[in-house]
């Protein structure tokens, strides 16, 4: 049996998730306060994924950049992948939170929406 | 005579003023202004643009700019007033009427001075600077604060440089380990002076660990290379007395260096009033009603003592806004002569609020404060008048990390009963695991 510790990153209290494998499946999650934390942990163990959080480059706003976040986890390995789509793209202010800047970012088949009004 | 009268005047427009302003207009006061030194409101949440907030507050995991903009939009619905781009540069009290006296600033109407039946001191924190740290060697360009450098890239989006080192390892740094890196740079690593991070957990999964960042513990910078641009720095490994060790000496070739070193609350204004001020947090002392040691002046947010999470700060700033109202509208209620001192030992360094009314607290009251090491399997213990009150098991405490305990006011009330004194005190302290 292999046992796995890992912080929880679901929410800031940061829960320590202990998570028991067998032959590369889990089969016990101990230490999570929730069950968002579970499915944290199992997911975390067997298929990472991250919200990316970033910038694109703002036409005929106040400031030359926007802040844009992935509107779904993307996989962990990918997170450099969607940084570098997003240093392509430019937006033309006005632009809105919830907008989308850009559509299935780096074939993740999430999008990026603006996160502040601009 | 002043130029302005208001019930409520608000210092500060980020998160803890614009929860205060929302919260005080709820609860029935009208005559509010909220003064905010920036060209916007929302505060220090603009350039935050990471996520991981709101998940108390709006059980959703939101950016810097979208937890404020929940609260902007509400301060706009309620049409409540706000200047920006003015700076308070003066608090004083009016000892005849109890008015609080606000003199401000700002590039259109000069300076002016505004009486207010109550004030909410809302002006957060701001960064240990370099100058605080004494860190050896010549002053060249390429050193920043973790927020300042935050603010080029998110706000101007431009790069403080290419290849960092970190010292400190507060959240601000940790979160600009990630944005560095994804803009392009080479975060070389992050030295911590104490044996534990000052940062939250998941910052350092997030941020560091993902990238394969490392974070030294018990090391700090000890020479800085560059007479114009910084050219690199000497970190060493620390003794437990926190002094370096000789011979751990590693140069780090670098051209930025920033600083995430911890945050001071913002209190200069709070000084010239006259509150009384708490030297652990560097805040006001407040009681249950988040009212400092002037009547009629409350404090929330960063500017009483630094959170880990903007969520604790809306939701104080809320009791304070609300206990605000209270006071213009005469609907404090009536004391008992109660009072509690909440004591800190043993592990705690400090608690907000430190004095508690009980015939003046809410049904339950949160007590939050932060430990000043790291603990593993304790609990947490608490005493009213020498009986227990609770005891909580704890896997983890940190000090990045902020706790909290609530006090039940029928608790409360059954327990001072039993005593004949006026006076009563809660203790607070770290314990082996019963």
Redesign the interface.
């Given at each position: 049996m292999d046992i796995r510790e890992?912080?929880?990153?679901r929410?800031?209290i940061?829960c320590?998730i202990s998570v028991e494998m067998e032959e590369g499946k889990v089969v016990n999650i101990t230490?999570n306060s929730c069950p968002r934390g579970a499915e944290y942990a199992a997911s975390e163990v067997t298929d990472p994924v991250?919200?990316?959080?970033?910038?694109v480059?703002l036409k005929g706003g106040a400031?030359?950049?926007v802040?844009v976040?992935t509107a779904g986890n993307v996989p962990?390995d990918r997170?450099?992948d969607v940084?570098a789509a997003l240093k392509e793209v430019e937006l033309e202010a006005p632009v809105h939170?919830g907008d989308v800047a850009l559509r299935d970012v780096a074939g993740t088949g999430i999008d990026v929406v603006v996160?502040?009004?601009a | 005579m002043t130029d302005m009268k208001k019930d409520l005047v608000i210092i500060g427009g980020g998160p803890a003023g614009l929860s205060a302003a929302v919260s005080a207009s709820r609860e029935g006061a009208e005559d509010i202004l909220i003064i905010e030194r920036d060209t916007r409101l929302g505060g220090i949440l603009n350039q935050c643009i990471h996520n991981g907030f709101g998940l108390h507050t709006f059980k959703e995991e939101l950016t810097g700019p979208e937890y404020a903009d929940r609260y902007i939009r509400q301060v706009e619905d309620g049409k409540i007033p706000y200047m920006l781009d003015t700076m308070v540069v003066d608090l004083a009290y009016d000892d005849g009427s109890g008015d609080k006296i606000i003199t401000a600033m700002n590039a259109k109407d000069g300076l002016f001075t505004i009486s207010a039946k109550a004030v909410i001191l809302a002006m957060g924190c701001r960064e240990r600077p370099r100058g605080a740290l004494n860190i050896p060697g010549f002053r060249p360009s390429g050193i920043y604060s973790a927020g300042t450098a935050q603010y080029y890239v998110n706000m101007e989006g431009r790069m403080p440089g290419r290849k960092v080192v970190i010292l400190g390892s507060g959240d601000i740094g940790l979160i600009m380990a990630r944005r560095m890196t994804y803009e392009g740079a080479k975060v070389l690593c992050v030295a911590e002076l104490q044996p534990y991070s000052g940062g939250l957990k998941r910052n350092i999964v997030q941020c560091l660990d993902d990238f394969g960042i490392p974070l030294l513990l018990s090391h700090t910078v000890v020479d800085i290379k560059g007479k114009k641009r910084l050219e690199g720095v000497t970190i060493a490994e620390v003794d437990e007395n926190r002094k370096p060790i000789p011979g751990t000496e590693v140069f780090y070739e670098c051209d930025t260096l920033l600083l995430s070193c911890g945050l001071i609350p913002e209190n200069e204004l709070s000084g010239k009033l006259g509150v009384r001020m708490n030297g652990v947090t560097g805040g006001a002392y407040v009681n249950e009603s988040l009212e400092t040691s002037v009547p009629g002046v409350y404090a929330c947010g960063n500017v009483l003592h630094v959170h880990d999470l903007v969520d604790y700060v809306s939701g104080e700033a809320d009791m304070a806004g609300k206990n605000a109202a209270a006071f213009i509208l005469g609907r404090t209620g009536t004391d008992d002569g109660n009072v509690i001192n909440i004591k800190t030992e043993n592990g705690v360094r400090y608690s907000v609020p430190s004095v508690v009314r009980p015939a003046l607290m809410g049904n339950t009251l949160t007590v939050r404060f932060r430990v000043g090491n790291e603990y593993r399997d304790k609990d947490l213990a608490v005493y009213l008048n020498g009986k227990q009150l609770m005891r909580l098991p704890k896997r983890v405490m940190a000090p990045g990390e902020m706790e909290q305990i609530v006090l039940v006011k029928s608790k409360v009330e059954e327990i001072i009963a039993a005593s004949e004194a006026k006076e009563h005190e809660v203790v607070i302290r770290v314990e082996d695991k019963a």
């Open positions: 890992l912080t929880c990153i929410c800031p940061g320590h230490g991250r919200t990316v959080t970033s910038l480059r400031r030359p950049v802040s976040k962990k997170m450099m940084v939170i996160t502040a009004n | -």
